[in-house]
């Protein structure tokens, strides 16, 4: 009897001291770090492509900028986007990675500014997963979430922080029809 409260005791003691240590994991939030004022783009300035929802900033109008995305985990929920990364398609510039176009054919994807983190997930893959199949993709660009509503940036508003901006090819994978396009929740992580 005397073993058995002994054990009893024991076992009290460890739960206590268990939850006690234990810290709960709070995930990392991101804010916005600024603002930018969209520029009106001059007529005719803004590509307009039928995959595109929106890519005309509205004049004068505040868009939130970040530095940061939500932490990465081996399953984070973000948003998908279609992006077009062929010469005059999307922001108009070679991929920042490897300063090249991409085809609509190539699996490849553009990260929001604190996920692409200073070029580290350059080139390297990703698991995309969605509307219940997966795909591996090649981190090839930026979608710049500290910038945006300019020329350079085709008047698009700046990124948010939670994009993951992929080619025609990457939503074909994912058995998504091209003009169904836009916008869709999905999970990634790094490959």
Request: with cysteine; glycine share 8%.
């Amino acid at each position: 009897m005397k073993v058995c409260s002994t054990i009893i005791l024991l076992i009290c003691f460890l739960l206590i001291a268990t939850e006690c240590y234990i810290v709960e994991a709070k995930p990392k939030t991101c804010k916005p770090s600024g603002k930018v004022r969209a520029k009106k783009p001059p007529p005719g300035q803004c590509l307009k492509f039928p995959r595109y929802a929106d890519c005309n900033c509205i004049g004068g109008k505040l868009y939130d900028i970040y530095k940061c995305s939500p932490e990465v985990s081996n399953h984070t929920k973000v948003t998908l986007t279609l992006n077009g990364f062929a010469e005059g398609d999307g922001g108009g510039v070679p991929a920042k990675c490897d300063k090249k176009y991409h085809s609509d054919n190539e699996l490849v994807v553009a990260l929001s500014t604190g996920w692409f983190n200073k070029r580290k997930r350059c080139l390297k893959y990703i698991n995309i997963y969605g509307n219940g199949k997966s795909v591996k993709a090649k981190v090839v660009d930026e979608c710049d979430s500290t910038k945006g509503c300019d020329e350079q940036h085709n008047y698009q508003p700046p990124c948010p922080n939670n994009i993951v901006d992929a080619s025609i090819a990457v939503w074909r994978a994912l058995g998504v029809p091209v003009d169904q396009g836009g916008e869709m929740d999905i999970y990634w992580s790094d490959a």
